[in-house]
């Protein structure tokens, strides 16, 4: 059960014996004569930006999340996250990564998720550190999978997507490369087709909208 606020808590429990209700930042508390129960919290966009910060996300696009056009892709992307893994391709600078944080910020703010995790794949570094997060994570996002990554980087993504086929968690990729590339790069046939089970393929087209904004 989820709420937006305190009077639709005390609606959801019109003619029950309530003895209290108390608010916190994630839920209500309901207390009842013979039991208390918990009802979520529809959470804000600013509390949800601070979990964001904190697991890793952008900060540069979690600081711009208020600022979102509701497009028509955007609204899509967020219905399938986190209902079902996501391969989303299309030309850099046309608002991937930012349609996918949208649609996580939107899933966490209705408890859909509770551990997303962001990873771009070149940057990776402490490989055992990943291993230990991903592990934890109930979302897990691979952004910018391409064609210079190095092997080592490519194996760990390959690790990922397996481990999130066989734990049935919902995986995001991120690439500029048409899907046809992305799976080709890929190579291994039973990854492609575990990749074909779990996702939906996605395509944003436009321009560079960082181009435009100089």
């Known amino acids: 059960m989820v709420a937006r606020s305190l009077e639709e808590v005390k609606r959801l429990y019109d003619g029950k014996a309530v003895l209290d209700i108390r608010e916190e930042d994630a839920f209500f508390w309901v207390v009842l004569k013979t039991h208390v129960e918990k009802v979520k919290k529809v959470l ?22 208020p600022n979102t056009q509701k497009t028509e892709s955007i609204k899509e ?9 996501l391969i989303l391709t299309g030309p850099a600078g046309t608002g991937k990564t930012h349609a996918v944080v949208y649609a996580i910020a939107n899933a966490l703010r209705y408890h859909r998720v509770a551990n997303p ?15 230990a997060q991903y592990r934890h994570a109930d979302l897990i996002v ?36 048409t ?12 990854i492609l087709s575990r990749l074909r089970e779990m996702c939906k393929v996605k395509k944003l087209q436009g321009k560079d909208l960082r181009l435009q904004k100089v």
């Open 77 to 85: 992307i967020a219905s399938i996250i986190p209902n079902k893994s």
């Open 44 to 65: 804000s966009l600013d509390f949800v930006s601070k979990i964001l910060i904190n697991l890793g996300f952008p900060k540069r696009i979690v600081y711009n999340l």
């Open 142 to 177: 691979l952004d910018d999978i391409n064609r210079a990554l190095r092997d080592f980087h490519l194996d760990m993504a390959k690790e990922i997507i397996y481990y999130c086929y066989n734990e049935v968690k919902s995986v995001v990729i991120i690439s500029n490369l």
């Open 179 to 190: 899907p046809n590339d992305l799976m080709g790069l890929l190579q291994d046939e039973p």
């Open 117 to 131: 995790l962001y990873i771009s794949v070149p940057a990776i570094e402490d490989f055992k550190a990943i291993r």
